[in-house]
């Protein structure tokens, strides 16, 4: 079973703007992980937030996790296009590892 | 560093034929190993997972099978395919306890 919903499903924005993804998921988590998935390939990870965290940076990437909301964001500043993708959230469940059903980001040159 | 290799990356299959996917690990030992499904532009279905050699938990009765002969060789089968088989497999590797997992390139299932 898939752990959570991102949210929107598709996303489109110009070249310089923001991006941001939402994630809800229903169980309990011991930390939530976001990855992109480029047409075709295999998904790569972008960072982890673990569930004692609220806020978490990587370069251009900004990860908000709120546990009594169940809910994560993702937030990509300064969009390129090379940033078109799909995004996904996802968190260990024990063994399992499951995910979101995924954004699909367009970003427009 | 460790590698995650599968194969084949392309395959088109009749009705009713068997699969044999495979995917390998470097560099680590004792992975857990998992097989994804993605349909066309749809999410990723967990269908099997393996924390040591020959034990695997299925997440979803299928006509799909996972095994793993060696520590660090995950495969998934098929006797007969179904069109429903069609879509888009990756494997993975983790280390266990919540850690990140990493995945392969995926292999592109059709089935005619």
């Known amino acids: 079973s898939q752990q959570g919903e991102e949210d929107p499903q598709a996303l489109s924005i110009q070249e310089g703007e923001n991006a941001t993804m939402n994630c809800s998921y229903k169980t309990s988590i011991n930390n939530l992980q976001w990855y992109r998935q480029n047409s075709g390939r295999g998904l790569v990870h972008l960072i982890l937030?673990?569930?004692?965290?609220r806020e978490k940076h990587s370069g251009r990437l900004r990860v908000t996790l709120d546990t009594s909301k169940k809910s994560s964001s993702l937030l990509i500043t300064a969009s390129r296009a090379a940033d078109t993708a799909s995004y996904f959230c996802g968190s260990p469940t024990g063994n399992q590892f499951y995910f979101g059903t995924g954004t699909s980001l367009t970003v427009i040159p | 560093s460790q590698t995650i290799h599968q194969w084949p990356a392309t395959l088109v299959q009749p009705v009713g034929s068997p699969l044999s996917l495979e995917c390998t690990v470097e560099?680590?030992?004792?992975?857990?190993l998992y097989w994804y499904r993605q349909a066309a532009g749809r999410g990723l279905q967990l269908l099997f997972y393996s924390v040591g050699i020959g034990q695997i938990s299925s997440e979803v009765p299928q006509n799909l099978s996972a095994s793993r002969p060696q520590d660090r060789q995950f495969i998934l089968s098929s006797k007969k395919l179904l069109l429903s088989d069609s879509g888009f497999y990756l494997c993975?590797?983790?280390?266990?306890?919540?850690?990140?997992?990493?995945f392969g390139e995926g292999s592109w299932l059709t089935v005619v």
């Open positions: 937030i673990r569930s004692n965290e």
């Open positions: 993975a590797w983790g280390e266990g306890g919540g850690n990140t997992i990493y």
């Open positions: 560099g680590t030992s004792n992975p857990n």
